[in-house]
């Protein structure tokens, strides 16, 4: 339970259909100011357990706040630090549910004798007729959450329930209005629950206790164009922020780490019909055909482009799209979907 709006009906429908329910808060906020942490929207602030344990209560539902503050670091602060100095775009929330909210979660919760993990996404566990889970688009298109959960395993499936798949948002906050739930009209979460001013380059540099180190702007061919303020402030297809005096509008190409160089181009320089990636996971199916279509995500908010898979190596595919994608980051997630269906996903290279 968050403490927002989607994880406390949640609960309640589950306790609707007959099951005994838990409240949960994942306690993953790190040593900070106690006004900082109070900030902190989502799942992360303090407020957020006021919240819950008060709809708990008002659920009469057992509540607790279980201590995933090491889990989290490790597996979400560290490796979005980690990439962003690589030079690549993490996913933190993709991490998060895979490493922290469905494998330490679920493990905790199976030890005290809890059978599933529920949560307020707005997604559907189904399991197909091949013996298969995989995860399904929501009712409503425009609260999908399907993508930031591409990387859960079969058995992490088979425990989950995901009840506010079902319906609408409108649906969810009426129904907590008609509970009288304070948290009915509570605005939803946004960005990076751990970073909350929104300055992930500041971030970094505070928990590594490094400055960004200054580099150079070039070309493709390694003309110097101008000054940078270090490769964590940059991703591709950046246009905004790079204070070029060029005299039209240039966009962040690529992102060389090991020469410290943040590469400039044009709009068109962005656009790819080719994309490869790894650390594969899948869903629906034990693995892809050659050649195999589907319609790719390649951000959360992209609206899917059709494609054709081709594997190469064990954990590596080729994916070719039917028309050029602009923007392809390393470090984020494409997904694989088939219709409403999830077959699966990886990290981009």
């Known amino acids: 339970m968050s403490g927002g709006v989607d994880s406390s009906v949640a609960a309640w429908?589950?306790?609707?259909?007959?099951?005994?329910v838990i409240g949960v808060t994942m306690q993953i906020w790190q040593e900070e100011e106690q006004e900082i942490q109070e900030e902190n929207g989502g799942c992360c602030g303090l407020s957020a357990v006021e919240d819950a344990r008060r709809v708990a209560a008002q659920l009469d539902i057992p509540y607790y706040v279980m201590n995933f503050r090491a889990d989290f670091k490790k597996s979400v602060i560290d490796y979005f630090t980690a990439e962003y100095l690589a030079g690549r775009t993490p996913n933190p929330c993709i991490a998060c549910n895979r490493y922290v909210k469905w494998e330490a979660l679920l493990k905790r919760s199976l030890e005290i004798g809890a059978d599933y993990i529920a949560t307020g996404h707005y997604a559907r566990v189904e399991k197909l007729t091949s013996g298969r889970f995989s995860i399904r688009h929501s009712v409503t298109a425009a609260k999908d959450q399907t993508y930031a959960l591409y990387n859960l395993t079969q058995e992490q499936l088979s425990r989950t329930l995901m009840p506010v798949g079902e319906y609408s948002k409108d649906q969810i906050r009426e129904f907590a209005a008609q509970l009288g739930l304070r948290v009915a009209e509570k605005p939803d979460s946004q960005e990076i629950c751990f970073v909350p001013d929104q300055d992930y380059a500041g971030f970094i540099e505070r928990t590594t206790?490094?400055?960004s180190e200054e580099g150079n702007f070039v070309t493709a061919d390694g003309t110097v164009l101008g000054r940078h303020k270090g490769i964590i402030h940059y991703t591709i297809g950046q246009r905004r922020g790079l204070g070029l005096p060029m005299g039209r509008r240039v966009v962040v190409t690529q992102i060389r780490p090991e020469t410290n160089e943040v590469v400039i181009g044009e709009q068109e320089d962005v656009f790819t019909r080719i994309l490869y990636?790894?650390?594969?996971?899948?869903?629906?199916?034990?693995?892809?055909?050659?050649?195999?279509k589907a319609v790719a995500k390649i951000r959360y908010n992209h609206r899917g482009?059709?494609?054709?898979?081709?594997?190469?190596?064990?954990d590596r595919v080729r994916v070719e799209f039917d028309e050029p994608v602009r923007a392809v980051t390393p470090g984020q997630a494409v997904v694989f979907y088939d219709g409403d269906y999830v077959l699966g996903g990886g990290t981009i290279l």
Do not use: V
């Open 13 to 20: 429908l589950l306790k609707e259909q007959g099951y005994e």
């Open 209 to 211: 206790g490094k400055p």
């Open 277 to 292: 990636a790894d650390r594969l996971n899948y869903m629906a199916e034990p693995s892809f055909a050659s050649g195999q």
């Open 305 to 314: 482009t059709p494609c054709a898979i081709y594997p190469e190596g064990e």
